[in-house]
């Protein structure tokens, strides 16, 4: 069992920052891959970022990128999204997620490849 828990969201006005944390426990040792997606209120879930554990490789959606930047702390077991120039648009509330095996990098961005997932944190961007 792997257990995922996200910390630092909150409220801010567009332009300022935040930084999300996913910490993981348990049975760690194997990891492929952490990513964030976002699910807004009335909309599906989507894809925000995503790091591959050993190599560092990054993927980003295209409404992130050059925005937010993912990472990793190996030691602590620790994944961050860096979230600058905040928008209204990315209110959401924000899920980790982890996937243990190799896959093809074309699958990376899909909810449905990744097997254990925290419980979220709310993000909301005022005008």
């Known amino acids: 069992q792997v257990q995922l828990v996200e910390s630092g969201g909150g409220l801010v006005q567009a332009g300022a920052s935040l930084r999300l944390s996913c910490a993981a426990s348990?049975?760690?040792?194997?990891?492929?891959?952490m990513g964030w997606f976002r699910q807004a209120p009335g909309k599906e879930r989507e894809f925000v970022a995503t790091i591959l554990w050993n190599t560092g490789n990054t993927y980003y959606s295209d409404s992130v990128k050059g925005r937010f930047t993912i990472s990793r702390d190996n030691a602590k077991k620790t994944m961050y999204l860096q979230m600058n120039t905040l928008k209204p648009e990315d209110t959401a509330v924000y899920y980790c997620a982890r996937r243990r095996d190799s896959i093809f990098s074309g699958y990376i961005k899909t909810a449905s490849i990744y097997d254990y997932w925290g419980q979220g944190t709310q993000v909301t961007v005022s005008s």
């Open positions: 348990g049975r760690t040792d194997s990891t492929y891959a």
